[in-house]
């Protein structure tokens, strides 16, 4: 059965893609990582709607971010003002 937010996902990927990332997806904590033209490596996880992150996922963002990664939140269909 396909995941609701999937079209929005593949979506962001396109994004990434156009500005020069390698995208590779993932699934574990996040939905994929973006390689940027300068070796920057993003991790990127698609929310469809103000949907929050998983246990597993903000423990993912907390290991990623405390070990100076990035760990980035892009979201479709979310009109409030404090998507976090």
Same mark, same amino acid.
Not at 57 to 82: F, S
């Given at each position: 059965?396909? %995941?609701?937010?999937?079209?929005?996902?593949?979506?962001? +990927?396109?994004?990434?893609? +156009?500005?020069?990332?390698?995208?590779?997806?993932?699934?574990?904590?996040?939905?994929?990582?973006?390689?940027?033209?300068?070796?920057?490596?993003?991790?990127? &996880?698609?929310? +469809?709607?103000?949907?929050?992150?998983?246990?597993?996922?903000?423990?993912?963002?907390?290991?990623?971010?405390?070990?100076?990664?990035?760990?980035?939140? &892009?979201?479709?269909?979310?009109?409030?003002?404090?998507? %976090?």
């Amino acid at each position: 059965m396909p %995941r609701k937010g999937r079209p929005c996902e593949k979506a962001r +990927q396109m994004e990434y893609e +156009q500005k020069g990332n390698i995208v590779i997806e993932t699934g574990k904590g996040h939905d994929f990582i973006a390689i940027g033209p300068k070796n920057k490596i993003t991790h990127v &996880e698609v929310k +469809q709607g103000c949907g929050g992150l998983t246990p597993f996922q903000k423990k993912t963002k907390a290991e990623i971010e405390k070990n100076g990664g990035e760990y980035k939140i &892009e979201r479709c269909g979310c009109n409030r003002k404090n998507k %976090r």
